[in-house]
């Protein structure tokens, strides 16, 4: 648990509103739910907020990275992007805003396409396709 003091985590909404006792249905909600699992030792906590973006804070700063308007068609494995973007982001020293932006990016790149399933010889996400979702924080 995060009594361990884990370096990243990253609750799914549920997970949160269980660890934190009460529901998370805005942005508030969640910086008060990522607050709880700061004080309880995680290091670093990721939160994706739906379309609102992903929040992420320290115990000295907490940041929303938003991600560009697009259509959604694919949320299988969104979360896992997130969390890839997010690492890269925090192993390359890069801001928690950075860090963030990238974790909205690799999220965005997977819900925006439809071939996420496929590997990069049969036509599916390229660094590329990454790259060209900007995101705000």
């Known amino acids: ?56 804070a ?16 694919n949320f299988v494995i969104s979360g896992d992007a997130v969390m890839a973007g997010l690492v890269y982001g925090l192993a390359m020293k890069l801001s928690l805003a950075d860090s963030a932006r990238w974790g909205a990016a690799f999220g965005a790149a997977v819900v925006q396409s439809e071939r996420i399933h496929q590997t990069r010889r049969e036509g599916g996400l390229s660094p590329g396709d990454i790259a060209a979702c900007p995101t705000r924080a």
């Open 1 to 56: 648990g995060v009594e361990a003091h884990p370096f990243l985590v990253k609750p799914e909404i549920a997970e949160a509103e269980a660890f934190a006792g009460f529901p998370i249905r805005n942005y508030s909600d969640a910086q008060r739910a990522v607050l709880s699992f700061l004080r309880h030792g995680a290091e670093n906590v990721a939160m994706t907020i739906g379309g609102l973006g992903v929040l992420l």
């Open 58 to 73: 320290t115990q000295k700063e907490m940041v929303l990275a938003l991600p560009p308007k697009m259509k959604a068609r």
